[in-house]
Structure formats: structure tokens, C-alpha cells
């Protein structure tokens, strides 16, 4: 049993450019590979569009301790749409613990408090592969002469930790 929470997420969608997403999905494998990431796992993996019977995406995961990234890129209409969710993982014990009321509160709070540690490897792993699939937009977008992201564009949206 493992139960995930959004820690940030960010998105695009960029006009007038096109590119297959299996190539975009290798340029950010050998960006995040040539920051030598400690214990990050990259693979591919099929994400049901709905319910059961629908269709399925393929997305990039890279994955590091208790976090994972999912990253999608998809032609969209005459752009191509490229996102990436954060999530944080609980598993065993302490993904049934935290469901438990009030005891999933005191466990939370005192037997596996939020660090900054823990804090700080997330924003870093964030930070990497952030930094890997702007450079791989950058690099794509010039060699088509699409115009690059403006700067608000380049921002993940954070989620409450405290909440």
C-alpha cells in the first residue's frame, strides 16, 4: 500500500513547436543522467488516460528514494504540451498508519516528522530535473526558432508541505 501527495507540479504548452515525444523523453534522460543524480532511476511508464478501459499515456519516471517525477510530453493541437507532477511517497506501515485517525496524527508528527532534510533533497531532486527539462526545451526550441520560455513560464507550482 503506498499513497502518493503532489509536492509541486508545472506545465506548458509551446507554441508553434513540434517534436516526438520518445526524442524528448531521451533528451531529458540524458540531461538528468549527465547530473549524475545520486540513486535516481529513469524509466517509462504507461498512465491510464481514465477509468479502466481507456487508453494509456506514456510518461518518464524518474524516480529518487521517496520521490517520484511523472513527465508528459504530447503534441497538442499546433503546440506541444510538456508537464511534469512531484510526488511524494508513503509506503507499508507508514501509508497505513497515516490513515488511521488521530494515531496517524502522532505518528506524523512524532515518529516521522517532516525534516528539513527531508525538505531540502526534495527541492534539490526538484530542482534537477526541473533544470534537465528546461534545458531540453531551450535546446529544442532554439533549433526551431520557436520563441523560449519567458521567465514566469519557467516557475514550478509548489504545494503546501505544512498543510
Given at each position: 500500500?503506498?499513497e502518493?501527495?503532489?509536492?509541486?507540479?508545472?506545465?506548458?504548452?509551446?507554441?508553434?513547436?513540434?517534436?516526438?515525444?520518445?526524442?524528448?523523453?531521451?533528451?531529458?534522460?540524458?540531461?538528468?543522467?549527465?547530473?549524475?543524480?545520486?540513486?535516481?532511476?529513469?524509466?517509462?511508464?504507461?498512465?491510464?488516460?481514465?477509468?479502466?478501459?481507456?487508453?494509456?499515456?506514456?510518461?518518464?519516471?524518474?524516480?529518487?528514494?521517496?520521490?517520484?517525477?511523472?513527465?508528459?510530453?504530447?503534441?497538442?493541437?499546433?503546440?506541444?504540451?510538456?508537464?511534469?507532477?512531484?510526488?511524494?511517497?508513503?509506503?507499508?506501515?507508514?501509508?497505513?498508519?497515516?490513515?488511521?485517525?488521530?494515531?496517524?496524527?502522532?505518528?506524523?508528527?512524532?515518529?516521522?516528522?517532516?525534516?528539513?532534510?527531508?525538505?531540502?533533497?526534495?527541492?534539490?531532486?526538484?530542482?534537477a530535473?526541473?533544470?534537465?527539462?528546461?534545458?531540453?526545451?531551450?535546446?529544442?526550441?532554439?533549433?526551431?526558432?520557436?520563441?523560449?520560455?519567458?521567465?514566469?513560464?519557467?516557475?514550478?507550482?509548489?504545494r503546501?508541505?505544512?498543510?
Amino acid at each position: 500500500m503506498a499513497e502518493a501527495t503532489v509536492v509541486s507540479n508545472w506545465h506548458n504548452l509551446l507554441a508553434g513547436f513540434q517534436a516526438s515525444p520518445k526524442q524528448f523523453y531521451a533528451s531529458v534522460e540524458e540531461a538528468i543522467n549527465k547530473r549524475e543524480i545520486p540513486d535516481c532511476k529513469l524509466s517509462r511508464v504507461s498512465i491510464s488516460e481514465g477509468g479502466i478501459f481507456s487508453s494509456s499515456r506514456e510518461y518518464l519516471r524518474v524516480t529518487r528514494k521517496d520521490f517520484k517525477f511523472d513527465i508528459c510530453a504530447s503534441p497538442f493541437g499546433k503546440g506541444f504540451f510538456v508537464s511534469w507532477w512531484l510526488l511524494g511517497e508513503v509506503s507499508g506501515l507508514a501509508a497505513w498508519l497515516s490513515t488511521i485517525p488521530i494515531i496517524g496524527i502522532i505518528f506524523q508528527r512524532l515518529v516521522k516528522p517532516l525534516t528539513y532534510y527531508q525538505l531540502d533533497t526534495a527541492y534539490m531532486f526538484q530542482s534537477a530535473v526541473h533544470s534537465s527539462v528546461l534545458e531540453v526545451i531551450d535546446a529544442m526550441t532554439k533549433t526551431q526558432g520557436v520563441r523560449a520560455l519567458a521567465e514566469p513560464d519557467r516557475k514550478p507550482i509548489m504545494r503546501e508541505f505544512f498543510a
